[in-house]
C-alpha cells in the first residue's frame, strides 16, 4: 500500500512511500503518524501552490482520519515601510500579513510621507534636512581651515607684523569662499 508522508510543521508533501504490512492483521498495514493513505488531488499546481494535508484548523494533523488534502499558497517573505515614518520597515514572513499601518510600497525618499495616492516626497522637509546638513559641513570646515588662518592673523597683527597677517586674512578668505562654492545650498522648494 502507498502512503504519502507529509510535514509535521505545515502539512507539506514529502514523499510516497509504502506502508509496511500489519504482521498481527493480515491484509491490513501500519500508517505512521504524518502519512495517509488518501492520494493527492489529480490535478496541476499553479506556480507558489503546494499541497498541503490539514486538519479544519489548518494544522498538520498527526493521524491521517483528521484531515486531507488541500493546495496551500506558498509564503512570500516580504519588506514593508511603516506608513507614519517611512525610514521604519519591517519584515513579514508573508504578503498577507502585511498590516494596515505597513504598505509594500517602498518609498523613493527619506523624506517621505504616506497619502492615499501612495508615497509623496515632503519637498520643504527635504530641503530643510539638505540646508541643516550642508550648514554643519561649511562649520565643520570653517572650524577646521578658516578659524585657524583668522587666529594666526589676529595674533600677528597684535605682534605687529601686518604683512603676515594680510596674508593669513587673505587665505583665509579664499578658502572661506571654496567651502561656500563647493557646498551650495539646496534650490528652494517650488511653492504650489
Known sequence: MIVYAYSSADGRYIQKTNAQPDLLHPGEFLIPGYHS????????????????????????????????????????????????????????DDVSEVTNDYTSDKPATRWDIWTESGWQTDEQAKFESEVQEINGIRRQQYAQIVDPLMNEARMQRMLGDDVGADKNEQQAQEWYLKIKQDNPWPPAPVAE
Request: hydrophobic share 25%.
Open 37 to 92: 493513505p488518501q492520494s493527492m488531488p489529480e490535478f496541476e499546481l499553479s506556480e507558489g501552490e503546494y499541497f498541503a494535508y490539514l486538519d479544519e484548523n489548518g494544522t498538520a494533523p498527526r493521524r491521517y482520519q483528521d484531515g486531507h488534502w488541500t493546495v496551500q499558497k506558498e509564503k512570500q517573505p516580504t519588506t514593508a515601510w511603516l506608513k507614519l515614518d517611512c525610514t521604519q520597515s519591517k519584515q513579514f
